[in-house]
């Protein structure tokens, strides 16, 4: 997304829904494709390949939850939830389907374009950092077995590729920076979608921290912990999570 146009793909059922977002996503910057049912919706984001997906739930077809399955399958986007959030299942199910992050629904204009902003602020974030380390040193952490390239967003697992989100990678991240260290949820939380002096005292509300719990759960599932056996990240009851300091040792 380096000096390109950012791309979007909005997904939602409701035509004037729809409008509301593809209006407010151009004017933040994205070029915009949408469709208004999941099969469709998914088959034209693999087309795409958007930087951002917005999934509206509610879908005449596939549910929300079955439409970012099929995406995060593939793809890296980022993906938006836009959805009911009264049931907090309904919340965790998507972030276990591969939603990064969510805005409730029925559309609050002010807290979806807020959701656009983190995630922009976010990629312009990250597209500096690469832009910075380029001829400059590359940073890579490793762990035990565990290898993680900031310059590429790539991770190694006893030299085998783990596929991870961008809010994955993001937290694996933090937590390698200091193994050891024990990482509140909402430090995490703020890590992930705010900048500036928002990275200290920006408001966590109780869905980001439950987020954070999600994405921590895929997390471990991915580089193979269990319930029972914490080799890589650890839970640290009432406060959060640190990296084992020594995984051999599991």
Same mark, same amino acid.
């Given at each position: 997304?380096?000096?390109?146009?950012?791309?979007?793909?909005?997904?939602e059922y409701d035509e004037?829904?729809?409008?509301?977002?593809?209006?407010?996503?151009?004017?933040?910057?994205?070029?915009?494709?949408?469709?208004?049912?999941?099969?469709?919706?998914?088959?034209?984001?693999?087309?795409?390949?958007?930087?951002?997906?917005?999934?509206?739930?509610?879908?005449?077809?596939?549910?929300?939850? %079955?439409?970012? #399955? +099929?995406? *995060?399958?593939?793809? !890296?986007?980022?993906i938006l939830a836009v959805?009911?959030? &009264?049931?907090?299942?309904?919340?965790?199910?998507?972030?276990?389907?591969?939603?990064?992050?969510?805005?409730?629904?029925?559309?609050?204009?002010?807290?979806?374009?807020?959701?656009?902003?983190?995630?922009?602020?976010?990629?312009?974030?990250?597209?500096?950092?690469?832009?910075?380390?380029?001829?400059?040193?590359?940073?890579?952490?490793?762990?035990?077995?565990?290898?993680?390239?900031?310059?590429?967003?790539?991770?190694?697992?006893?030299?085998?590729?783990?596929?991870?989100?961008?809010?994955?990678?993001?937290?694996?991240?933090?937590?390698?920076?200091?193994?050891?260290?024990?990482?509140?949820?909402? %430090?995490?939380? #703020? +890590?992930? *979608?705010?900048?500036? !002096?928002?990275?200290?005292?920006?408001?966590?509300?109780? &869905?980001?921290?439950?987020?954070?719990?999600?994405?921590?759960?895929?997390?471990?599932?991915?580089?193979?912990?269990?319930?029972?056996?914490?080799?890589?990240?650890?839970?640290?009851?009432?406060?959060?999570?640190?990296?084992?300091?020594?995984?051999?040792?599991?």
């Amino acid at each position: 997304m380096v000096g390109e146009i950012a791309k979007a793909v909005v997904i939602e059922y409701d035509e004037a829904v729809r409008g509301k977002m593809t209006t407010l996503l151009r004017q933040i910057g994205f070029a915009i494709q949408e469709e208004s049912s999941g099969q469709r919706g998914v088959a034209l984001a693999h087309r795409a390949k958007p930087d951002l997906i917005v999934v509206g739930f509610g879908l005449p077809d596939i549910d929300g939850i %079955e439409t970012i #399955r +099929r995406l *995060s399958a593939h793809l !890296d986007a980022y993906i938006l939830a836009v959805m009911d959030v &009264s049931e907090e299942i309904e919340v965790v199910l998507a972030f276990d389907a591969g939603a990064d992050g969510y805005s409730p629904k029925p559309l609050r204009e002010r807290e979806f374009r807020a959701r656009i902003d983190s995630f922009s602020r976010r990629q312009a974030r990250i597209n500096q950092m690469l832009s910075d380390r380029q001829g400059s040193a590359v940073e890579v952490l490793s762990h035990g077995a565990l290898r993680l390239d900031s310059s590429t967003w790539e991770v190694h697992l006893d030299g085998m590729p783990i596929v991870l989100t961008a809010t994955e990678f993001t937290l694996l991240h933090v937590l390698m920076q200091v193994p050891g260290r024990v990482r509140s949820k909402k %430090e995490l939380a #703020r +890590r992930v *979608s705010l900048e500036g !002096d928002d990275l200290e005292h920006g408001y966590v509300s109780d &869905s980001d921290v439950r987020s954070i719990e999600v994405h921590i759960a895929n997390l471990r599932r991915k580089l193979g912990d269990s319930a029972r056996s914490s080799q890589w990240i650890e839970t640290v009851r009432g406060v959060g999570y640190r990296l084992v300091n020594d995984p051999g040792s599991y």
